[in-house]
T-cell receptor
């Protein structure tokens, strides 16, 4: 396993701009999760994919947020019209079929909205 | 939904001593309890996990205990070393619900 990778690692943007993050899961992991972590807090669940199907979305995921996993491999998380409150670490995790609960996290993308 | 509480928020121990971090959960349907270690600027790293059909699990210097009746679980680190200094998170999830609900974290500092 090469590990979960995320790109970019850091993003600074101005309020109102759109941003997109990418996550590449561990190969052959069919489950992919997005979490958000603010300073001093634990990660909070945003959404979850099994293969290309988005199976659950948190109420934290407002209509400005959209996530895709078009071919069941990498995933993207887009935030439109960013707000200062969107500043956080965005974490991606993936899980292996047959061990449905175990989630392995990537290094995260730290977003700062000015 | 699930609510996970974690204590203490900060913990300092002398190198070589033991550290214990405790978590409680609210959803009796929760059946999977992982612990993660997060170092500055990095993503959480899974260090140990336990499922509800087991009361205790050990991996070298790390052990986790689970009390389903009381709905609490604990992380025990023995013979602590400076590299154990990090923020530790507990989490819980229930079968059929894939999301993890995390505690608020414990910042562990090992004093040389």
């Amino acid at each position: 396993d090469t590990g979960v990778s995320q790109d970019p690692r850091h993003k600074i943007t101005k309020r109102g701009q759109n941003v997109t993050f990418r996550c590449d899961p561990i190969s052959e992991h069919n489950r992919l999760y997005w979490y958000r972590q603010t300073l001093g807090q634990g990660p909070e669940f945003l959404t979850y994919f099994q293969n290309e199907a988005q199976l659950e979305k948190s109420r934290l995921l407002s209509d400005r947020f959209s996530a895709e996993r078009p071919k069941g491999s990498f995933s993207t998380l887009e935030i439109q019209r960013t707000e200062q409150g969107d500043s956080a670490m965005y974490l991606c995790a993936s899980g292996r079929r047959g061990r449905r609960e175990t989630q392995y996290f990537g290094p995260g993308t730290r977003l700062l909205v000015l | 939904g699930e609510n996970v509480e974690q204590h203490p928020s900060t913990l300092s121990v002398q190198e070589g001593d033991s550290a214990v971090i405790k978590c409680t959960y609210s959803d009796s349907a929760s059946n999977y309890f992982p612990w993660y270690k997060q170092e500055l600027g990095k993503g959480p790293q899974l260090i140990i996990d336990i499922r509800s059909n087991v009361g205790e699990k050990k991996d070298q210097r790390i052990a986790v205990t689970l009390n389903k009746t009381a709905k609490h679980f604990s992380l025990h680190i023995t013979e602590t070393q400076p590299e154990d200094s990090a923020v530790y998170f507990c989490a819980a999830s229930s079968g059929g619900n894939e999301k993890l609900t995390f505690g608020t974290g414990t910042r562990l500092t090992i004093i040389p």
